[in-house]
């Protein structure tokens, strides 16, 4: 039953990916975004791998989803929309060479197949969530933090970007322009 679940799974994620980058509508592009990720949560759950699929659930398809819908709609894309679409060969020229390049990095990556430190009886004994806390919080914290200052930094950005100027901002510049 397992190997069914796993080709489900992952023949939704394969679809799902290609119609979040092909899709038009970006409303659609997240809907199909939101679809890879519960197919994604799903794999974690064929690897017990509970924690994984909790955090798959609550952080990304949960907060950081429904982020990215609002920066979309806050956002006018017409003009890129339109833009995007027009470079459809170079766009999939570009995504099938970086995949064949992040293929190649994965099959020489020295860290493939490495395993934890931690015994399989800490794991099994504590949990797979306390586990991965004190290592993520022991020998990972820095990346963590600074992980969290970029994710401030994009959020920060995409409401200045968001931002429309008022109809005070626009007189303003239109003042400074007569007197230059």
């Known amino acids: 039953m397992v190997p069914v679940f796993f080709a489900y799974f992952s023949l939704v994620s394969i679809a ?81 060479a970086i995949a064949g390049e992040l293929l190649l990095l994965v099959l020489r990556s020295p860290f493939g197949g490495s395993k934890g430190d931690a015994p399989a009886e800490v794991v099994l004994r504590d949990g797979a969530s306390y586990a991965v806390g004190i290592k993520m919080f022991s020998d990972y914290l820095l990346p963590f933090e600074i992980v969290g200052v970029f994710l401030l930094g994009a959020i920060i950005g995409a409401i200045v970007l968001a931002k429309t100027p008022s109809t005070a901002d626009a007189e303003g510049r239109e003042g400074i322009r007569r007197e230059a």
């Open 16 to 96: 799902a990916g290609i119609l979040t980058v092909a899709l038009k509508n970006p409303v659609h592009c997240g809907l199909a975004l939101l679809t890879l990720l519960l197919h994604v949560a799903g794999l974690f759950v064929l690897l017990n791998a509970e924690f994984l699929f909790a955090v798959q659930i609550i952080v990304y398809a949960g907060a950081i989803l429904v982020l990215y819908l609002f920066v979309l709609m806050l956002l006018n894309l017409k003009t890129e929309e339109r833009y995007f679409h027009t470079r459809y060969a170079l766009i999939l020229f570009a995504a099938v």
